[in-house]
């Protein structure tokens, strides 16, 4: 990781991440997470899992929001504050409607991107006076649908927390594994064609050995030049 001016004017200075180095940091997370918890790291992680990672690094976490108001198709909003953690809230209508459970499993592990990876960055601008204030940042990232698996590489803050979920949810070495596992056994090599037999049972897999959507398992799979 090295820090880069921030474009976007958001803050003075950001970090920017090689995608092998985001990879990196969120297998080891995520395995770390499930291996303390468990003794072992088993795939797909639960949904619940999900929610207790983020309750372990952020004060709070509302998976009952109403974000009408924070703008048109807005799913998830971390919530960056002067003197504490940072708190997440989800729009209620995924957590209340099971059908959405993978856009629920995407959005929570988004957020836990902005949580791990940028709460830090906002407080390095932090200036005496913005200690005083109570209410969230201005900066803070609310999360609209689209961008929530593949956002612009133009929004850094976006793309990286797009980018860590997939990481988290399909960590690079489990999925590795799999997808060596399965072009040795059909002799041919990557990268695949998306919309091919094999690109189509690749996607198939990823989405019943990780619980994400079809969506999910070949943005992944294009990320990692496997398609
Ligand atoms: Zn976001």
């Not at 976007?8 to 918890?37: M, N, Q, S, V």
């Not at 997440?88 to 959005?107: G, K």
């Not at 201005?138 to 609209?144: A, D, F, G, M, W």
Request: charged share 30%.
């Amino acid at each position: 990781m090295k820090y880069v001016p921030d474009k976007t004017g958001r803050f003075l200075k950001r970090p920017h991440y090689e995608p092998t180095e985001l990879d990196g940091e969120c297998d080891a997370i995520i395995r770390g997470f499930l291996k303390a918890k468990y003794g072992d790291a088993k795939f797909p992680i639960s949904t619940d899992d999900l929610t207790c990672l983020i309750e372990q690094d952020a004060s709070d976490l509302d998976l009952y929001a109403d974000l009408s108001k924070e703008g048109p198709d807005i799913q998830g909003v971390t919530d960056f504050y002067p003197k504490s953690k940072p708190g997440v809230r989800i729009d209620r209508r995924l957590s209340e409607n099971p059908s959405y459970e993978n856009r629920l499993r995407t959005t929570l592990t988004h957020e836990y991107g902005h949580v791990r990876f940028h709460d830090y960055v906002w407080k390095l601008d932090l200036k005496p006076a913005d200690m005083l204030a109570e209410v969230p940042s201005k900066v803070s990232p609310k999360c609209n649908r689209g961008a929530i698996l593949n956002a612009a590489a133009t929004d850094w803050m976006e793309w990286q927390a797009g980018y860590i979920s997939g990481a988290l949810l399909m960590p690079v070495s489990v999925l590795m594994k799999l997808f060596s596992d399965y072009t040795k056994e059909k002799s041919i090599f990557a990268p695949i064609y998306a919309e091919s037999e094999h690109g189509q049972a690749c996607r198939r897999m990823l989405m019943e050995s990780f619980k994400v959507s079809d969506e999910a398992a070949k943005v992944r799979l294009l990320k990692l030049n496997l398609l």
